[in-house]
């Protein structure tokens, strides 16, 4: 008989961030590996500046999702 050896599952680095905006307050949820700027959906200002890889957050990261 053969043994099953454990198969591991790799996992994804990147997350969804709900972030919070400096200016109004607005809690929305952005991907931390953006190549698009997101914006806030009631004033407009910058949440996430992309770079290379990772995104650069400019709002509060209020919770990390998933």
Do not use: W
Not at 8 to 26: A, D, M, T, Y
Not at 29 to 42: I, M, N
């Amino acid at each position: 008989m053969v043994k099953k050896r454990k198969i591991l599952i790799p996992e994804p680095k990147s997350r969804f961030v709900r972030v919070k905006c400096p200016n109004c307050g607005n809690e929305q949820v952005v991907f931390d590996h953006a190549t698009f700027p997101a914006r806030c959906l009631v004033c407009g200002t910058q949440l996430v500046q992309p770079t290379g890889g990772k995104a650069k957050i400019l709002g509060e990261i209020v919770k990390i999702l998933g």
